[in-house]
């Protein structure tokens, strides 16, 4: 059974931005946001460092990770947990391990590394509303996500 099925890959390809938390040598957690990222078949998700020295330290150091994206006006998302395996610009492979990374980042961003986390469970995200206000239903959901926000919805619905 793939980790990375096709819902889960779908809500990476429609997300902005992962959080991917660490953990330092001495146990400190660190989260931090990540808005190159996309799925690598069933059960990997390579994510880029950009701009990422206390993510890339603590994989070196331990390299247990939990990375965590959300539709904010949906309110759902996913949780994945797995290891991370570092691969920079000057390692064997790195073209191949990146090329996916490269594409979305364009020239704007330099790849310093490949974030290639072998994803072991998912599990899903949602807000409390959804256990706390079950008679809301999706439009409801966005309506009030949107107006948090202070942002409309665009022509399409989305």
């Given amino acids: 059974m793939a980790v ?3 819902e889960v890959q ?3 390809a429609a997300s902005v931005l992962c959080w991917l938390a660490t953990i330092g ?3 400190t957690p660190n989260v931090s946001p990540k ?8 059960d990997r998700l390579a994510i880029a460092d950009i701009a990422s020295p206390n993510s890339v330290t603590n994989i070196r150091a331990n390299p247990h990770v939990c990375v965590s994206f959300v539709d904010v006006f949906r309110q759902k998302g996913f949780k994945l947990n797995g290891t991370a395996q570092l691969i920079g610009q000057r390692d064997p492979g790195f073209e191949e391990a990146a090329a996916s990374l490269l594409r979305l980042a364009g020239p704007a961003f330099p790849v310093r590394h490949a974030i290639l ?6 599990a899903r995200i949602i807000a409390p509303s959804y256990v706390l206000r079950p008679e809301m239903d999706d439009a409801e ?10 942002v409309q919805p665009l022509p399409d619905g989305t």
Wanted: aromatic content about 10%; some cysteine.
């Fill in 4 to 6: 990375l099925d096709a």
């Fill in 10 to 12: 779908a809500a990476i």
């Fill in 25 to 27: 040598r001495d146990g």
């Fill in 35 to 42: 808005e190159i990222f996309c799925a690598v078949g069933e």
């Fill in 117 to 122: 986390v072998t994803v072991r469970k998912a």
């Fill in 141 to 150: 959901r966005l309506a009030a996500a949107y107006r948090r926000y202070g």
